[in-house]
C-alpha cells in the first residue's frame, strides 16, 4: 500500500508546529509538551502504576512498551483522566491537568484512541469525521448550526487519507475491526490534537496493512505536526516510529532510552522473556 | 432526489390532510386531535430516546407541568379566555422546559437501564405532589374555563391547535438532528465515553435535547387539557402508566431514532388502540397488551427498521444476480 499524495493540512494548522525531528537540533531543550512525575495508581491491593515518570516532548514520536499488565494503559487513562491518580502529577505544557475531566482534558488538545477501537457504530464515517471537530470553541449556541462545509471537506480529506473514503457513507458499525482502528486514528486527526496517545495502533490489524498504518503515523507527526505518543507491542513497528522509548514492567518504569538502546537493554529483554 | 427532498414533498399531502381532516371526518375530531397529540408525545420522546439513547419513562412529568401551568394561569390571570390559553399553552412550554433544565443535570448522569428506572418515579413524584397540592386542586384537579366560541367549533380548534403544535414539534425535532448538536446526542448514544474523550460537551448537549422535548410536550399541556376540560393529576396530567408509556411504545414501534418512524408508531398505535376500543370493549386493554408484546418479539427496531432490512436484503439480492 502506497499513499503518495501529500496529507493536507487543516485549514488552521495546529498551534505546535515543530515539525519533525531532524530540522530541530538535538540539544536544543525546552519544556516538554507532557510531564508525568511521581503517578502512583492503585486498584485495591493492586499498584499498576508505581511512581511512573517521563517526558513527551513537543513534535516528537514517544513509545510506550511492556509487557501485558505492566500498567501502560493505566498511565493512559490517568493522562487522559479516565481515573484519578492517587499520588503525583501530570503536566500538560506546564499545566496541571491529573484533577481535570476526560472531555476537558480532551478539549485542551490531549485525544486518545482506544484498544478496542470505539467509534460511533450507528453514525455513517462522515458522521463519526464530523462530530470529531475540535470541541474546545464548541457552545450550545455554535452547536446549533449545521457541520461546516469546511469541516465535510476536511473529512474527506482524512477518510480519503485513512482508505476510507469508499466507505464514507457506511455506518461505522459495519466496518471491520482494523476500519474502525483507521475511522478512530481520523478522528483523533479530525480534532486537531496537540498530543494523540495511540494505545496499540497496529493491534488486530492486517500485518499487511500495518506498514501503510506505520506510514501514517509519522506523516501525521511530520506534516500536521501532532505529537505522538504510543503504546505498541508490535517491537518492529515501534523500533521504527519512536524516536525515544519507554518501557514499563509490573507497574514501574523499566527503561527508557533511544530504540537501539531499548532493544539491547538487558533489563527490558529479561522482563519480555521473563527472565530465568 | 435527495432524500430530505423526497421527505419534504411528502409534508404537502399530509399537511394537507391534516387541514382538511376535520371536515372528511366530522364525527371524530377528538380523536383524530389525540392522534396529533400522540404523534407529538412520541416524536418528543424519541429525541432523548431514540437519538440519544436515554430512555425516560418520566418524559409525562413535561406535559403535566403544562397542563397545570396552562390551567392555573387560565383560572387566575382574568384574562379573556383566548389571550388566557395562549399565554398559558406559552408558559406551559417555559416550565416544562426550566423543569427539565433542572431535573437534567443530576439525572442525566446516569447512564442506560438506570436511567430508565429513575426516570420511572418522576410520573408517580409529580402525581402525588399534584394530589396533595391545594393551590392547584389538590386530588379533586381543576375544571378549565368553558370555550366561549360555538359548541360545534370547540373540538375543531382544539384540534387545529394541536395540528400545529404536532407540526411545529416534528419540524424542530428534523432542525435540530441537522445540527452538530444532533450529531453529537448521536455520538452520545452510540458511544458516550468516547464522546467523552473527544471532548464534546455531553452534558450540555443531552439537558439541552431534554429540554426542547420537554419545551413541546409542556406546549401540549395546554391545548390538550382544555379539550379535555378538567385537570385530573393522574389521569390526565401525570398520566405515567398510560401516556408515559404509550411514548415509549410508539416511538419503538415505529422505529426509534428515525424522523419518520415515532409518526408512524404514533398513527398505528392511536388507530389499532381506537379500533380496539370500539369492538373489543372489555378487552381492549388485553389487546393492547398482547400488540405491545408483538412488537417487542417482531418488530424489536420498530417497523422502520424492519422496512429498512428487508430493503436491504432486497438490494442485497439484486446485487447478487446482477
Known sequence: MEYTEQLPKAEQPPRTSTGSDATRAPTERQRPLLEVRGVWKRFGGLVANHDVSLDVPAGRITGLIGPNGSGKTTLFNAIAGHHPIDEGSIRFEGREISRLRTARIARLGIIRTFQQTRVYRGMTCVQNMQISVPQAHETLASMLHRPTAASTERADELLEFTGLYGKRFMPAGELSFGQQKLLEFAMALMSEPRLLLLDEPTAGINP???????????????????????????????????????????????????PEEIRNDPRVIEAYLGGR | ??????????????????????????????QLAFLWLMILFAVTWDVNGGQMGYNSFGNVLFFGVGVYACAVIQRDSGLGYYTALFLGTGAGAVCAALAALVLGPPLLGIRGHYFAIATLGLSIVAADIASAWEYIGAASG?????????????????YYLLFALAALTWLAARALYRTRLGLAMNAIRDNEDKAEAMGVHTTRCKVFAWSVAAFFLGAAGGPVGNLVGFVDPRDLAFAGATFGVWMVLMAVLGGRGTLWGPVIGAVIFHVTQEVFWTYLLGWQRVAMGLLIVVIVVFFPTGILGWVSRVRRRGDAAQASSA
Open chain 2, 142 to 158: 381543576i375544571a378549565l374555563p368553558v370555550y366561549p366560541g360555538a359548541i360545534e367549533g370547540r373540538a375543531r380548534f382544539f
Open chain 2, 1 to 30: 432526489m435527495s432524500r430530505s427532498g423526497r421527505s419534504a414533498l411528502l409534508l404537502v399531502p399530509i399537511a394537507a390532510l391534516g387541514i382538511a381532516a376535520p371536515f372528511l371526518l366530522p364525527t371524530i375530531v377528538t
Open chain 1, 208 to 258: 499487511v496493512l500495518i506498514n501503510g498504518l506505520v506510514d501514517r503515523l509519522r506523516r501525521a507527526n511530520a506534516e500536521l505536526g501532532i505529537t505522538l505518543f504510543v503504546i505498541e507491542h508490535n517491537m518492529r513497528v515501534i523500533m521504527n516510529l519512536a524516536s525515544h522509548i519507554y518501557c514499563m514492567a509490573h507497574g514501574e518504569m523499566l527503561a527508557e532510552g533511544a
